[in-house]
């Protein structure tokens, strides 16, 4: 187990952080409840082109915590490269870095493509950050390895390129903010798992709505989801896999085709953050909400709300809120130079909700303010 202790990145911000020492009015730390963030710190040597995993099983980890940066000493410029705002897992991250964006006093475009598959769309908005002279950017891939060359043409001009949420297998990242994304896969299934004990099933028959090929978070997800399945002490059957991008019209058909062919044969579905709560309605309307139960590989507010009223059983979490506030804080650290060393990944510790815990649960960590209307610039010089 990786020893706990305070992460020595960013020795300013530590030393903000510190109750003994008196910070000057410009270095307000964050909101308690969302400092400091719980994270496995990974240190070099990883192994090279790999994605977040490798590092995590080839890396130096040390499981640690994340203080929130000081306040920035100039208007920095960072751009954020998202591959589309259409469902609530952007919007919590939108909200997290306009918020933090204001606190540290520093200016954010946040450049949206239009979905997992505009990748030449994601490369243009990349060619335009680099041209613009952003002072970061910050880049949720859509792919695992075709936004590598742009990420290193943009170090090449001496931007660095943070990675958020989404894997590649760039090399040229200045740090990679996400979270296990076979883990994500590992915990749900283990849930599933759990559960399928406790109604005394034997035999387990899994369908997955993991969402679009390609994208590295989808790999992740059902990688996590078939070891689990493999190293199980129930059998594990994966009958059914459909990939498409997370809208929910695409999800819903993809739920309904699914459902057509294999649902009396399906004990549990798990689906991604547009790909479950897709599934609700043609669950519903097969008759089969009662006879398949439906978890979801990550955690929105709407998942949230589907939990509540029972329509989903149960989600990972991957913290959405807290990766982007690390990845903004990260970025401003480096740009103020504040690093004594530099992890190649930041990982954010999972969490898992259920209705057992559902009233305890810290939704603030992954879910948008309820009255947070998306926003995505911000710049104090306009404010």
Known sequence: MPRIRILSLFCLTLCCA?????????????????SPIPVDAIYAPV???????????????????????????????IAFLFPHVKDPYWVACSSALISEARRLGVAIDILPATGYDDLAGQLQLMDEAIAAHYDAIVVSPIG????NASIAKARAAGIPVFELANDSRSDDLTIKITT???????????????????????????????????AGWVKGEVDGT???????????????????????????????????RYGNKIDYLIGCTGCAPAAVAPLKAAGLAGKIKLVAFDLTNEIAEAIRLGDIA???????????????NAAVNVLEKRQTRLP??????????????FSRYPF??????????LQLKYDPNKS
Do not use: C
């Not at 149960?314 to 903004?328: M, N």
């Not at 603030?364 to 309820?370: F, L, R, V, Y």
């Open 18 to 34: 510190a109750h003994s020492l008196a910070a000057p009015p410009a270095a307000t730390p964050a909101p308690a409840r969302y």
């Open 47 to 77: 192994q090279p082109n790999g994605t977040a995993d490798d590092a995590l099983a080839s890396g130096k980890v040390e499981r640690t915590v994340f203080p929130m940066a000081a306040k920035a000493s100039k208007v920095w410029r």
């Open 144 to 147: 695992m390895t075709a936004n």
């Open 180 to 214: 296990s994304l076979r883990e994500m896969g590992r915990q749900a299934t283990r849930w599933v798992l759990d559960d399928a004990r406790k109604r005394g099933l034997k035999t387990v028959n899994l369908a997955l709505l993991p969402g679009p090929l390609g």
């Open 226 to 260: 078939r070891y689990a399945a493999q190293v199980a002490d129930l059998e594990v059957n994966i009958i059914d896999i459909r990939y498409g991008d997370s809208d929910a019209g695409e999800q819903a058909e993809l739920a309904s085709q699914m459902l057509a």
């Open 314 to 328: 149960a989600a990972a979490d991957t913290r959405a809120v807290s990766q982007a506030r690390v990845a903004i």
């Open 344 to 357: 190649h990944t930041l990982l954010i510790q999972l969490g898992m909700v259920d209705q057992q815990n």
């Open 364 to 373: 603030d960590s992954s879910i948008a303010p309820e009255n947070y209307k």
